[in-house]
């Protein structure tokens, strides 16, 4: 909640305990009649009863303003508190990262590859890096084949269902990517997705 929120709330606390110091007081002066009508405010029958000596009218006053400022004090030190901490969170740098930054934070390192079954299988062995500063798992690589020419040819996808730690890497030794182009010489692989 933002500070205005708590702000508003203070001044409605502090209305209400005025409003009970005036309603006290308007009923003090006028001896229990109300100021604008003259009606008194108990039944006729309980009127002629005279009040204890050790009878304050300003106790309930003082005991509402108390809780008041209590209330206005705690409100005001947790909404500095925490716009202080969303501060920190945004200088660390810690979650604001987008989706696309964490992604660009993995990469595929040591990529050696062979062509097995008939020369159309892709068998991959990479190291994945994980530079972010918390851990992910099931890691999407995809890797782009291309023919002597440059041109992208085909394209196979697999995930590693494995944990990678936070700014840590892991290898990945002889997986099966899949089916791609007999006329590929190169692969490019990358990471496409990640869990967190």
């Known amino acids: 909640m933002g500070f205005m929120f708590y702000v508003g709330l203070g001044v409605f606390l502090i209305a209400g305990v005025l409003l009970v110091v005036v309603a006290e007081d308007i009923a003090a002066r006028t001896g229990g009649e109300r100021a604008s009508t003259g009606v008194r405010t108990v039944p006729p029958a309980i009127s002629e009863f005279k009040r204890p ?11 509402l ?6 209330a206005l004090v705690f409100l005001v030190s947790n909404s500095a508190r925490d716009s202080s901490s969303s501060g920190d969170k945004k200088s660390s ?31 991959a062995t990479f190291r994945i890096d994980n530079d972010n500063t918390f851990p992910i798992k099931d890691v999407e690589v995809t890797c782009i084949h291309s023919g002597k ?33 007999g006329q590929a010489v190169r692969a490019n692989c990358y990471p496409s997705n990640f869990m967190e």
């Open 53 to 63: 000596i050790d009878f304050r009218p300003g106790v309930l006053t003082y005991a």
């Open 65 to 70: 303003g108390g809780i008041g400022i209590l």
């Open 93 to 123: 740098g810690a979650s604001v990262l987008t989706r696309d930054q964490k992604l660009a934070n993995i990469s595929i390192g040591a990529l050696s590859w062979s062509a097995e079954g008939f020369g159309t299988v892709m068998i």
């Open 149 to 181: 020419s440059g041109t992208p040819i085909s394209k196979s996808t697999r995930t590693v269902y494995e944990w990678i730690n936070a700014n840590s890497y892991h290898y990945v030794r002889d997986l099966n990517m899949g089916f791609f182009d």
